[in-house]
């Protein structure tokens, strides 16, 4: 059984940074379309981005430029580097992937980001 867990939320100010985790419990190169979601209450979940096997990555248009996906394979592990927040950032953080054709979400962490 695969499990994802964040980690790396928190309180931060405007203008400032976090950088979140998503461990995997297994190996990552056996979980698919691995990807970061957001979700603000009273929201839905957004997509926020997602990395490859092979380390490209793709943005929502609104973190495009402030918030960066990658992966350290050997740590099993993504992350989500995110510059330059705003309050409109803040919300639960998600780590997603598809193991054995099964999506697969991790607990979230909560981002914070005050004005």
């Known amino acids: 059984q695969v499990q994802l867990v964040e980690s790396g939320g928190g309180l931060v100010q405007a203008g400032g940074s976090l950088r979140l985790s998503c461990a995997a419990s297994?190996?990552?190169?056996?979980?698919?379309?691995m990807a970061w979601y957001r979700q603000a209450p009273g929201n839905q979940r957004e997509w926020v981005g997602n990395?490859?096997?092979?380390?490209?990555?793709n943005y929502a248009e609104i973190v495009k430029g402030r918030f960066t996906i990658s992966r350290d394979n050997a740590k099993n592990t993504i992350y989500l580097q995110m510059n330059s927040l705003k309050p409109e950032d803040t919300a639960v953080y998600y780590c997603?992937?598809?193991?054995?054709?099964?999506?697969?979400w991790g607990q979230g962490t909560q981002v914070t980001v005050s004005s």
């Open positions: 990395i490859i096997t092979g380390g490209s990555a």
């Open positions: 297994g190996n990552i190169f056996s979980i698919n379309n």
């Open positions: 997603k992937g598809v193991y054995r054709g099964t999506i697969i």
